[in-house]
């Protein structure tokens, strides 16, 4: 099966959180919650599907990695790039001129940043499912676009 899974997903996945970030437990096991629970996601749709990425969500990933939050070393964000870009698993999507209008009506009309757009409208004909635990998943814009959407973590997210 072809997919989608979606930026926040992968962050979650690579970055472990740090007790001494949060200013209560319940917080921290939340992110450590959503930490492991993407990890193994992700584990598991390497093992059992083809996922489909566009070339702005690696752009996506390799700035929240690199330069948001809890910051990943940047020889170790420039291989785990490196080895999305190489892996077979993945099927890659460049963003095309239509895709950029189209994500801008989008984003006009229904008030949501432009960026979700441009991730998955290039492949959306293609995947049988769009994972994620964005909030804006669930706006009719995005219901709309046909694959099913998913929500691997249980909890959704305003990002």
Not at 50 to 67: A, D
Not at 108 to 128: A, F, G, M, Q, T
Request: a neutral charge; aromatic letters at 12%; glycine letters at 2%.
């Amino acid at each position: 099966m072809q997919i989608y899974i979606d930026t926040e997903l992968w962050v979650f996945a690579q970055k472990s959180p740090d007790p001494s970030r949060f200013q209560n437990k319940a917080d921290y096991k939340r992110m450590l919650d959503f930490h492991i629970k993407s990890r193994e996601f992700l584990k598991k749709q390497f093992a059992n599907n083809t996922i489909s990425m566009t070339t702005h969500q690696l752009c996506e990933i390799y700035h929240t990695l690199g330069f948001r939050g809890q910051k990943m070393e940047l020889t170790e964000l420039m291989n785990y790039c490196r080895k999305l870009t190489t892996n077979k698993m993945i099927t890659w999507y460049k963003i095309s001129n239509d895709t950029i209008s189209q994500a801008i009506n989008l984003s006009s009309n229904s008030k949501i940043h432009i960026w979700d757009y441009i991730c998955v409208l290039p492949l959306i004909k293609d995947v049988e499912v769009i994972y994620s635990c964005d909030e804006h998943f669930k706006h009719d814009t995005f219901q709309s676009l046909g694959p099913k959407i998913e929500n691997p973590i249980g909890e959704w997210i305003t990002l």
